[in-house]
């Protein structure tokens, strides 16, 4: 095969990456953005997720749709209430003060994970994709007799990828509407802005806070159920994609929504171009140091106003 | 008594405590034993700049790891002997706390935590990248013939409990030490109010790093031990994991006293010890124990002691 089928494979599997991505980083960002929390236990929100979406999918019989469709009705709000409880019980009590809230996430992440551990156990398991097509992709050629289509060999995607990257636009388009033009999305930033001044003007900060941790949360949990049909759900795939949306949010710059969709597609793209040309692990190495590099020398990212 | 000769007579006598239980203590609480008091080195060197000077780094296991791997790399590629492993083991530490503090230094809060983790997990990757050299997450055995130092046996359960309780003893002396001085004093008033350490006209950049430097070398010094004692070396030191111990540690035995590392480490480890002869999720009773401390006792069991009747101690 050509260098080009290659590209285009690495781009389609970075698209995919990226879709992921940002619908976690963004509930990542949301969570820092209007509450000043790090939540370290959020890649454990993406893996319940994934996890929850195999145990009610499970639950079904017949065509595989149905049991998908019900995991993704069923496995975010249920994350989301896991989340508001650890709010409500943890976080809100420690005041949300940065350090505590970052060695109380640690023990969260580290209770979501051993207890899912205990009961869903180490293996790791796959849900059926609701449809599966494969799909090839023409390339254009230049022949004889002029321009003429032909299907390199192993390049193409599957109906499932696409319908993920169109769910992922629809949702991050979902989530924009519900920031800038409703009400729940002026309380939201409001509280962003100042919270002091919002609770003077009556805003129930206390319920914005529970609120974005569970959108948050339920936005990690949507990112693991779509990912589950790919990749199968195991108690510690949390890990990676926190590493990773960590990157994203902090090169996106913390809380700007178009920061964190542009530094997703950045980082998944070239995540998939890397880890088709070079070693998964050089290219891990190279991101973490890059995120270390940009923390230090540019702390309000690349598209933020503020730092950390 | 004046309080400084208090304290020391109380750390003399835990470490004479540790030296009598060498000759009473059962095989395996003795292995276990030998085991605290070099983790507790860790714990040790992560509360100097923790607990004392108010930096959270989530990337200890990187000097941890940087000790570990400088000595036994040494050891095993190059053939060298484990006296002068060790002192390379303890250069890497001090060169990797070097270049990690000077980087990151230049960030504060949230961010300097951040910048640390991505540090260490960078460390941890490209451990696993060398693969060739460290065998990544298998790791591997150094051999008994290269454990020793003097003519001393250190993988003989007698000589390896000393060695460890004389590293205990010269990382708590030191520590206690540094607290009495001036410039543990700098650093504590750092912890409370960096803006007005600067106004009295202390170099703060300067202490934090000095801090870190002290901190990083410790916590090599551990790794190198612990590498050499227990003989063996694997990828799993420099992990995430390996990060969130000695703060777990620090703050589970008391955050900026001197012997609540030593105290959060004996506890957690039989905690750990004890619950994974129930369970293989024994690190849901880690999870539980961060949790419960951030919510109920931020000060750790010595500080509450300290807080509630022993006003003196250090």
Not at chain 1, 144 to 151: K, N
Request: charged letters at 10%.
């Amino acid at each position: 095969m050509e260098l080009v089928p290659y590209l285009i494979l690495g781009l389609l599997e970075g698209l995919v990456t990226a879709a992921v991505l940002s619908l976690m980083a963004l509930g990542l960002s949301l969570v820092f953005g209007v509450m000043r929390v790090v939540n370290v236990a959020h890649g454990e929100f993406f893996m319940v997720g994934a996890v929850l979406a195999w145990q009610i999918a499970s639950l079904f019989e017949g065509h595989p749709a149905w049991g998908f469709l019900a995991a993704l009705l069923v496995a975010p709000p249920l994350t989301a209430c896991i989340a508001v409880a650890a709010n409500q019980l943890v976080l809100k009590r420690i005041e949300y003060d940065p350090e505590r809230t970052i060695v109380a996430t640690i023990g969260l992440l580290y209770i979501i994970q051993q207890v899912t551990l205990m009961t869903y156990g180490p293996d790791a398991r796959p849900v059926e994709a609701p449809f599966n097509q494969r799909l090839s992709i023409p390339l254009v050629e230049w022949t004889e007799s002029g321009l003429s289509l032909y299907w390199p060999w192993g390049l193409g995607t599957t109906t499932y990828k696409l319908a993920v990257i169109m769910a992922a636009v629809m949702l991050l388009t979902g989530i924009w509407i519900l920031m800038t033009r409703t009400r729940s999305g002026l309380l939201m930033r409001a509280t962003q802005l100042d919270r002091e001044t919002a609770q003077a003007f009556g805003i129930p900060v206390g319920r914005v806070y529970a609120t974005v941790f569970g959108l948050g949360a339920a936005l990690a949990a949507l990112a693991g159920v779509l990912i589950v049909p790919i990749q199968q759900a195991h108690y510690l795939m949390g890990h990676d994609p926190l590493l990773l949306s960590f990157i994203v949010v902090i090169i996106g710059g913390l809380g700007s929504l178009p920061g964190t969709v542009v530094a997703a597609l950045l980082i998944g793209i070239s995540d998939g171009m890397i880890s088709v040309f070079f070693s998964p692990t050089l290219a891990k190495i190279i991101a973490t140091l890059g995120v270390a590099f940009v923390l230090i020398f540019m702390p309000q990212g690349l598209f933020g106003k503020r730092g950390l | 008594m004046s309080e400084i000769r208090k304290s020391w007579g109380l750390h003399t006598g835990v470490v004479a405590l540790l030296l009598a239980l060498n000759f009473i203590l059962p095989d395996y609480h003795h292995g276990n034993l030998a085991r605290v008091m070099v983790l507790a080195c860790y714990a040790m060197g992560y509360n100097m700049l923790f607990g004392y000077t108010g930096l959270l780094s989530l990337g200890h296991a990187l000097f941890f790891a940087a000790g570990m791997y400088g000595m036994s790399l040494t050891v095993q590629h190059l053939g060298w002997s484990a006296g002068p492993a060790i002192i390379v083991g303890l250069a890497s530490g001090l060169a990797m706390s070097l270049v990690v503090g000077i980087l990151s230094l230049r960030t504060a809060g949230v961010a300097f935590m951040i910048v640390t983790l991505m540090f260490a997990q960078a460390g941890y990757l490209a451990a696993l990248y060398f693969g060739e050299y460290t065998r990544g997450d298998e790791g591997f055995v150094i051999q008994k013939a290269a454990r020793q130092i003097g003519g001393i046996d250190l993988s003989d359960p007698m000589s390896r409990y000393l060695a460890a309780l004389v590293l205990f003893a010269v990382c708590l002396f030191i520590t206690l030490r540094v607290v009495q001085t001036g410039f543990g004093r700098v650093l504590v008033a750092i912890r409370e109010n960096e803006e007005r350490t600067r106004m009295l006209g202390y170099d703060v950049h300067l202490h934090k790093l000095l801090a870190i430097l002290l901190s990083g070398t410790m916590s090599a010094a551990a790794g190198a031990a612990y590498g050499l004692l227990f003989g063996y070396a694997g990828a799993t030191f420099a992990s995430v994991q390996y990060s969130i111990f000695p703060l777990l540690w620090v703050l589970l035995g008391g955050a900026g006293t001197v012997l609540g590392p030593f105290v959060g480490t004996l506890f957690m480890f039989y905690l750990i010890d004890l619950s994974s002869d129930i369970s293989t999720a024994y690190m849901l009773i880690a999870g539980l124990t961060l949790v419960l401390l951030t919510l109920f006792a931020p000060q750790g069991l010595v500080g509450e002691l300290r807080r509630r009747t022993l006003r003196w101690l250090p």
